[in-house]
């Protein structure tokens, strides 16, 4: 069960808009520590797509954006390629002593018809 | 370039205990704390802890209390994951991550998003 709550599965055809929800709590995202965004496709490592909610780092395509309000947060991926075919996965912190510091989101699998 | 190399996969058997090393290069290792996040098989990312390799300080999260223990060795620029009293739920590919300059401060380590990520190391717990 993860701290942040995210669909399994989301699918789009190229060219085509998605968007990964990513659902908190008061003390995590609604505590206001960013969220990040990782993409990790098959048998590799994650890589960094998203942090501090808004920012790509160099190299990530404009296609990727995030956005945070209240406790939530999402990932909008547009002009889909078939290339984006990867799971996602959303983090943050948190000061829930019972919690880890460092959330992670169960993943999402994107799907490129 | 910053890298982060991992050593090779183990099989261990239920009990024993595994030490996976991390050795950066590329930037100056004691200014970069290092994370460990491990993945079982078809599931999602589970952080395990973060060290300071600057001076003595880690954290571990709550469920590995007891069982993880992560050291760095300055002179090699190279952090440690050891993990004991394994069991076959600890099957999964272990990865250090380092964690990016800045971010929020839970007691005295400064906790921030994952900017370079080794490669992974599988560690599978078989009898």
């Known amino acids: 069960q993860s701290v942040l709550t995210q669909p399994p599965s989301v699918s789009g055809a190229p060219g085509q808009r998605v968007t990964i929800s990513c659902t908190g709590s008061s003390s995590n995202i609604g505590a206001g520590y960013d969220v990040q965004w990782y993409q990790q496709l098959p048998g590799t490592a994650p890589k960094l797509l998203i942090y501090?909610?808004?920012n790509r780092p160099s190299g990530v395509p404009g296609r990727f954006s995030g956005s945070k309000s209240g406790t939530s947060a999402s990932l909008a991926i547009t002009g889909l390629q078939a290339e984006d075919e990867a799971d996602y996965y959303c983090?943050?912190?948190?000061?829930?002593?019972?919690?880890?510091?460092?959330?992670f989101g169960g993943g999402t699998k994107l799907t490129v018809l | 370039q910053v890298q982060l190399v991992q050593s090779g996969a183990e099989v261990k058997k239920p009990g024993a205990s595994v030490k996976v090393s991390c050795k950066a290069s590329g930037y100056t290792f004691t200014n970069f704390y290092i994370h460990w996040v491990r993945q079982a098989p078809g599931q999602g990312l589970e952080w395990m802890g973060i060290i300071n390799p600057s001076r003595v300080g880690t954290s571990y999260a709550q469920k590995f209390q007891g069982r993880v223990t992560m050291t760095r060795d300055t002179s090699t620029s190279t952090v440690y994951m050891e993990l004991s009293s394994l069991r076959s739920e600890d099957t999964a590919v272990y990865f250090c991550?380092?964690?990016?300059?800045?971010?929020?401060?839970?007691?005295?380590?400064?906790?921030?998003?994952?900017?370079?990520w080794g490669r992974g190391t599988l560690v599978t717990v078989s009898s």
């Open positions: 501090g909610n808004n």
């Open positions: 983090q943050s912190f948190d000061s829930n002593l019972s919690a880890s510091k460092v959330v």
């Open positions: 991550a380092r964690g990016a300059p800045g971010g929020t401060w839970f007691g005295e380590l400064l906790y921030s998003y994952f900017d370079y």
